[in-house]
């Protein structure tokens, strides 16, 4: 199982970024796939959460300014976020669950300058 995050960046308070997790290796169409973020010092929590079906769940914090969607023809799930803040800088990771499995990509960093 691989998958592979970009779109992070730097971006000014009230900028957007578009995130994607191409993934490889899993039966992509069928599985529930997640973002997470971890700030410096804190421990990682769900962002977003979208299942095989397409339907989706957001932490309370980004409801409204976070979008998450999948395109199952490329293997890839992706999380629109707009109207950021500063504390919404961390690094970025994709997660798929399989089984008893959890698995993780590199994780790309977003940093919001206020």
């Known amino acids: 199982v691989q998958l592979q995050a970009s779109g992070g960046g730097t971006v000014q308070a009230g900028g957007s970024l578009r995130l994607s997790c191409a993934a490889s290796?899993?039966?992509?169409?069928?599985?529930?796939m997640g973002w997470y973020r971890q700030a410096a010092g804190n421990e990682r929590e769900l962002v977003a959460y979208i299942t095989n079906d397409g339907r989706t769940s957001y932490a309370g914090s980004v409801k409204d300014r976070f979008s998450i969607s999948r395109d199952n023809a490329k293997n890839t799930v992706y999380l629109q976020m707009n109207s950021l803040k500063p504390e919404d800088t961390g690094v970025y990771y994709c997660?798929?669950?399989?089984?008893?499995?959890?698995?993780w990509g590199q994780g790309t960093q977003v940093t919001v300058s206020s």
């Open positions: 290796g899993i039966a992509f169409s069928i599985a529930a």
């Open positions: 997660n798929v669950v399989i089984g008893f499995n959890n698995f």
